[in-house]
């Protein structure tokens, strides 16, 4: 089922839809910005959910009607996903069939027609420009709700038309503790994970359910814990085996930022708690006893050369050789 309630963090744009619903003052179109897999999908069903629903309880969806069923089953007559027929572009032919054309028969059953448009900055300037003249005078049920990981795209004209409303990052411990409640994982596995998603508790919940993000992280901490016994032909063989991995490089290099950040705060309080990689406690130890600061310090500045080098298409295989060794002289 799909609530409000549901929905990890938020509240700033959680506040803002339920008191549209609550006064009766929705907006014909809204612009929902945020980065992928933050949550603005899940955001947009339930709104239109509510919106449908026929027996809502304040601005929560019942869950349990006719039109509730369906919009849970994606299968609502009024709630519209907009498709494209090309992979990338959504054309000016798929507005006009999708929602212009649909938009001007009534609602079937329920009090609105919402329209879901994922990946929204795919529009080419001629669908926005169709989709202008369904906003410039929309029909009273019309909810147009545009979804976007990139707005800079949009016309002005479509811009100043939206209620534009922005993801936030959700709080770790909010992103842990739904880890932890809806997947059943350890304490130790939602830590790592949130870590990684950084706010985004879409990618947190993707990694707590990836086995290749286990076994790459597994890699390279144990790649971490034996590089300074390591020579260079061992060393040139490990980067070859990374690159098997379809795993972002980004991500990758994460796990040695918060590898190397876990060890200078070892460093600096002997205190294992904050620790991300708290399970690997006795080789974050060894390896901090070892180093000094500027030393740790100079290798977080390494990952992040590396991670830029990558940006700019650098050779993976080269940006990642110079990172090793920059590690091992340190
Ligand atoms: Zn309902």
């Keep these: 089922m799909s609530k409000f309630s549901d929905i990890v963090g938020q509240q700033q744009l959680k506040e803002h839809l339920k008191q549209?619903?609550?006064?009766?003052?929705?907006?014909?179109?809204?612009?929902?910005?945020?980065?992928?897999?933050?949550?603005?999908?899940?955001?947009?069903k339930v709104f239109?959910?509510?919106?449908?629903?026929?027996?809502?309880?304040?601005?929560?969806?019942?869950?349990?009607?006719?039109?509730?069923?369906?919009?849970?089953?994606?299968?609502?007559?009024?709630?519209i996903f907009v498709t494209h027929e090309k992979?990338?572009?959504?054309?000016?032919?798929?507005?006009?069939?999708?929602?212009?054309?649909?938009?001007?028969?009534?609602?079937?059953?329920?009090?609105?027609?919402?329209?879901?448009?994922?990946?929204?900055?795919?529009?080419?300037?001629?669908?926005?420009?169709?989709?202008?003249?369904?906003?410039?005078?929309?029909p009273s049920y019309a909810v147009i709700i545009l979804l976007t990981s990139n707005m800079e795209i949009f016309?002005?004209?479509?811009?100043?038309?939206?209620?534009?409303?922005?993801?936030?990052?959700?709080?770790d411990d909010e992103?842990?503790?739904?880890?932890m409640r809806t997947m059943q994982i350890p304490d130790y596995r939602a830590q790592i994970c949130v870590a990684f998603a950084r706010g985004n508790t879409g990618k947190a919940r993707l990694l707590a359910k990836s086995e290749e993000f286990d076994k790459v992280k597994d890699e390279a901490v144990s790649l971490l814990k034996n590089i300074a016994d390591m020579d260079v032909a061992e060393l040139t063989q490990s980067i070859k085996h990374i690159n098997e991995y379809k795993f972002d490089a980004n991500d990758y290099l994460d796990i040695f930022l918060i590898w190397y950040?876990?060890?200078?705060?070892?460093?600096?309080?002997?205190?294992?708690?904050?620790?991300?990689?708290?399970?690997?406690?006795?080789?974050?130890?060894?390896?901090?006893?070892?180093?000094?600061?500027?030393?740790i310090e100079t290798i977080i500045e390494s990952i992040e050369k590396c991670k830029?080098?990558?940006?700019?298409?650098?050779?993976?295989?080269?940006?990642?050789?110079?990172?090793?060794?920059?590690i091992k002289e340190n």
């Design 20 to 44: 549209a619903i609550l006064t009766d003052k929705v907006s014909h179109a809204y612009i929902i910005e945020g980065e992928r897999n933050s949550g603005k999908e899940f955001m947009a």
């Design 48 to 79: 239109a959910q509510s919106l449908q629903c026929s027996d809502r309880e304040e601005e929560e969806p019942c869950g349990k009607c006719h039109s509730c069923i369906q919009a849970e089953s994606l299968n609502h007559p009024d709630i």
């Design 87 to 138: 992979p990338n572009v959504i054309g000016v032919e798929d507005i006009r069939e999708q929602i212009n054309s649909d938009v001007q028969i009534m609602p079937y059953q329920g009090p609105k027609k919402v329209y879901i448009v994922n990946d929204a900055e795919m529009m080419t300037v001629q669908a926005q420009n169709a989709l202008l003249k369904t906003l410039e005078e929309p």
């Design 155 to 171: 016309l002005p004209t479509i811009v100043s038309r939206c209620v534009v409303l922005h993801m936030k990052p959700a709080k």
């Design 175 to 179: 992103i842990k503790e739904f880890l």
């Design 261 to 295: 950040r876990d060890m200078l705060l070892f460093k600096a309080t002997h205190d294992a708690n904050g620790l991300i990689f708290r399970e690997e406690l006795p080789a974050i130890r060894k390896a901090a006893d070892k180093s000094t600061y500027e030393g």
């Design 308 to 326: 830029a080098r990558l940006r700019a298409n650098v050779n993976f295989d080269l940006s990642m050789e110079l990172l090793l060794l920059a």
